[in-house]
Nanobody
Framework: QVHLVESGGGLVQPGGSLTLSCAAS????????MGWYRQAPGKERELVAT???????NYANSVKGRSTISRDNAKNTVYLQMNSLKPEDTAVYYC???????????????WGQGTQVTVSS
């Protein structure tokens, strides 16, 4: 069974920083794309940032320049460092990964359980 386990959410003041982590576990090949999405109350889930196994990145305009996504492929872990946080960054952040389980001939899309990030003074 494949699991994505997130950590690092919490309460932070405006202008502060936070780093989220997400580790993929199970009998899997190294994930292809790993990334982060977020969903604020009353809004649809939206992309924050993604990174391929080849280190290509994609950022939402709303976080570009304030956030950095990185990966440790040996640990099947993706990180999201967020700086200069704003109240509008408040949301549940979900890890997402495209993973091929061992013994399976195709990749599947997996989601973590979500971690709350609240930006407030």
């Amino acid at each position: 069974q494949v699991h994505l386990v997130e950590s690092g959410g919490g309460l932070v003041q405006p202008g502060g920083s936070l780093t989220l982590s997400c580790a993929a576990s199970g009998r899997i090949f190294s994930p292809n794309v790993m990334g982060w999405y977020r969903q604020a109350p009353g809004k649809e889930r939206e992309l924050v940032a993604t990174m391929t196994s080849g280190s290509s990145t994609n950022y939402a305009n709303s976080v570009k320049g304030r956030s950095t996504i990185s990966r440790d492929n040996a640990k099947n872990t993706v990180y999201l460092q967020m700086n200069s946080l704003k109240p509008e960054d408040t949301a549940v952040y979900y890890c997402n990964a495209e993973i091929r389980p061992l013994g399976v001939g195709t990749r599947y899309n997996y989601w973590g359980q979500g971690t709350q990030v609240t930006v407030s003074s």
